[in-house]
């Protein structure tokens, strides 16, 4: 069975920075590409990125783009998401998936002051 | 950008209600590759939202086969042929063919 556990999610404030980690179980996680998508309250899905197989092509939403890096850690199975300059509109829980099909239950980020 | 547009995007049903819901790209979803990568999920309240269909068709493992998917090119359908309880939630449609990867605004399915 496919799972993945987000995790790291927090209260964060303007201009901050904050890492969430993605472990991956019941496939091969080096085999796929995978996404970050967040969900604002109340409201759709937002692609923010992806990551390929090996880690070096990474692909970004332009809102996001030179705030948030996306990386992995094949031997550990953890996709990760470093997010900086963080601002108001970040506010969203966000998934990792497997190419859009399978997703973790969610990691709530805040920003606020 | 591909833009998936759902339709309706409320649903009201009764229980064992037969409901169908629309996705239509704004650019046909068929790969060079052959496939169609497009996907149904659905989000139940409170829950991250979970594999239903995918490759327009196919029935994900432990999905209730009154669901099926259908459509090629650029419009695509997701049939429940008797809707239940668990049902309930929204439904989106998502694309994988074209990078960024897209979804539909979603349709929501209430109990009327």
């Known amino acids: 069975e496919v799972q993945l556990v987000e995790s790291g999610g927090s209260l964060v404030q303007p201009g901050g920075s904050l890492k969430l980690s993605c472990v991956a179980s019941?496939?091969?996680?080096?085999?796929?590409?995978m996404d970050w998508v967040r969900q604002t309250p109340g409201k759709s899905l937002e692609w923010i990125g992806e990551?390929?197989?090996?880690?070096?092509?990474?692909n970004y939403a332009p809102s996001i783009k030179d705030r948030f890096t996306i990386s992995r850690d094949n031997a550990k199975s953890t996709l990760y998401l470093q997010m900086s300059n963080v601002k108001s509109d970040d506010t969203a829980i966000y998934y990792c998936?497997?190419?859009?099909?399978?997703w973790g239950q969610g990691t709530l980020v805040t920003v606020s002051s | 950008d591909v833009v998936l547009t759902q339709t309706p995007p409320t649903l009201s049903a009764t229980i064992g209600q037969s409901v169908s819901i629309s996705c239509r790209s704004s650019?046909?979803?068929?790969?060079?590759?052959?496939?169609?990568?497009l996907h149904w999920l659905l989000q139940r309240p409170g829950q991250s939202p979970q594999l239903l269909i995918y490759l327009v068709s196919r029935l994900e493992s432990g999905v209730p086969n009154r669901f099926s998917g259908s459509g090629s090119g650029t419009d695509f359908t997701l049939k429940i042929s008797g809707v239940e309880a668990e049902d309930l939630g929204v439904y989106y449609c998502?694309?994988?063919?074209?990078?960024?990867?897209?979804f539909g605004g979603g349709t929501k399915l209430e109990l009327k």
């Open positions: 650019q046909s979803l068929l790969h060079s590759n052959g496939n169609t990568y």
């Open positions: 998502v694309q994988g063919t074209h990078a960024p990867r897209t």
């Open positions: 990551i390929n197989t090996d880690g070096s092509k990474t």
């Open positions: 019941g496939f091969t996680f080096s085999n796929y590409w």
């Open positions: 998936t497997r190419e859009g099909a399978y």
